[in-house]
């Protein structure tokens, strides 16, 4: 999952699910495992899209935005999704942190034109 | 402002504010203003901490952690920070989004371990 756009996201008040982490060192099956659930994500009800970015020293941040916290807990317990986040605990992440958030208010440059 | 650990933040409610951006060809004094506004805001009552990254394509998020929405509207009104953030329209910026949030839950690895 690398998105380099900024999401065209609804009149607040939407969800936010902010998710920080530093990887371990080398791949093993990250990005591949980080590609399918970008696809699966999309195809959940109330998905809107992601926005994200890595560092090479290993610090990301990806940002999901959701329309209800019903599709954020949805996703949180979806199979293939709790099988994902299992790897991550063992193989993928040295620290993380997931923040779920309400967006009350947002602003910044027409994305639309 | 390059942050490159997670941010110790206190048991949720507590706001985040995700700034989402694309940056123009060139520093053209983005770094040195970068590193000042870090070191402005942290003095700001309520700021807890922030975390960043920029991918070299120029697309960028910072999430910036506040106790109170108070504190987000001083710092946003705050004089020096206001020429900043003009500099970063006209200059900086070829796309913005900020995005005000309440973080209702969070979960993650123990960061103070």
């Given at each position: 999952?690398?998105?380099?756009?900024?999401?065209?996201?609804?009149?607040?008040?939407?969800?936010?699910?902010?998710?920080?982490?530093?990887?371990?060192?080398?791949?093993?099956?990250?990005?591949?495992?980080?590609?399918?659930?970008?696809?699966?994500?999309?195809?959940?009800?109330?998905?809107i899209g992601a926005e994200s970015v890595r560092h090479p020293d290993g610090f990301?941040?990806?940002?999901?935005?959701?329309?209800?916290?019903?599709?954020?807990?949805?996703?949180?317990?979806?199979?293939?999704?709790?099988?994902?986040?299992?790897?991550?605990?063992d193989r993928w992440y040295r620290q993380y942190k997931t923040r779920i958030c309400?967006?009350?208010?947002?602003?910044?440059?027409?994305?639309?034109?």
């Open positions: 999952m690398s998105e380099s756009e900024i999401t065209k996201t609804p009149r607040a008040p939407y969800y936010a699910v902010i998710f920080t982490s530093i990887r371990t060192e080398g791949d093993n099956g990250y990005d591949a495992m980080s590609d399918k659930m970008f696809a699966l994500a999309s195809q959940m009800e109330g998905f990301g941040m990806t940002v999901c935005y959701w329309q209800t916290l019903e599709g954020i807990k949805r996703w949180k317990q979806d199979a293939e999704h709790q099988l994902a986040q299992q790897m991550g605990r309400l967006v009350q208010e947002d602003y910044g440059t027409d994305l639309f034109e």
